[in-house]
């Protein structure tokens, strides 16, 4: 049995006593933005998918919109979090190995929500401003990268484009490349990207890809 608790505005289930927040209201909504895009993002839906009655919706959301910027920011503030946890590293330049173990590291549907979002940014001049503000931090922290590797700035910028244009090629085209085969690309890229041999940690962290894929 469902049932609204008008004390806090949460819905609870009578039996196990889950309370539904604004987190899982934008949670559920993202996992339909994810399968279906931001049309089916709709309050009857994702209480369907919840299970629940909307009762709880308009205590936490002013109404669709509001949840849609919620959206929004939890896209922006989870790309500006990993940026900012890589910017703490090393004195605010990391390495490019930092930067691409963070990469490899991403759960499958952190890769899809990204895609999600700049399918609707093609329709959303508000989401368009969101996505190119956080392009722009993500290639000025490669620029860093770059120049900490003994680039000058003109073409600390440019490597800084092309290998975050590489990134995001494979969020766009849904490149589901399996660690093998990342691994095995892993010294073509790295020469292609930054005119560079591998550098120790990048050799390092090969490494490390080898044992995950071992174990």
């Not at 722009?136 to 680039?151: K, P």
């Not at 090629?169 to 849904?174: N, P, S």
Request: hydrophobic content about 40%; aromatic content about 10%; charged content about 35%.
């Amino acid at each position: 049995m469902l049932q609204d608790d008008p004390a806090d505005g949460s819905v609870r289930m009578s039996q196990s006593r889950k309370r539904y927040t604004r987190s899982d209201w934008v949670e559920a909504a993202k996992r339909i933005f994810i399968d279906s895009g931001v049309e089916d993002v709709k309050v009857d839906v994702i209480a369907k998918r919840m299970k629940i009655t909307r009762g709880s919706f308009y205590w936490h959301f002013k109404g669709r919109e509001d949840l849609l910027d919620a959206l929004l920011a939890d896209w922006a503030e989870r790309n500006m979090a990993g940026i900012e946890t890589l910017r703490l590293k090393r004195d605010g330049a990391p390495t490019l190995a930092d930067c691409i173990r963070f990469w490899v590291s991403m759960e499958d549907d952190v890769l899809t929500f990204d895609m999600a979002m700049r399918v609707w940014s093609r329709k959303s001049e508000k989401v368009a401003a969101a996505t190119k503000q956080i392009d722009e931090a993500w290639m000025e922290l490669l620029t860093a990268v770059f120049e900490r590797r003994g680039n000058n700035n003109e073409m600390a910028r440019a490597r800084a484009r092309v290998m975050y244009f590489h990134q995001i090629g494979y969020y766009t085209l849904d490149l589901r490349e399996d660690l093998e085969s990342r691994i095995r690309n892993f010294p073509l890229y790295h020469e292609i990207l930054t005119g560079d041999r591998i550098d120790p940690e990048v050799d390092q962290l090969i490494a490390e890809l080898k044992a995950r894929r071992a174990a």
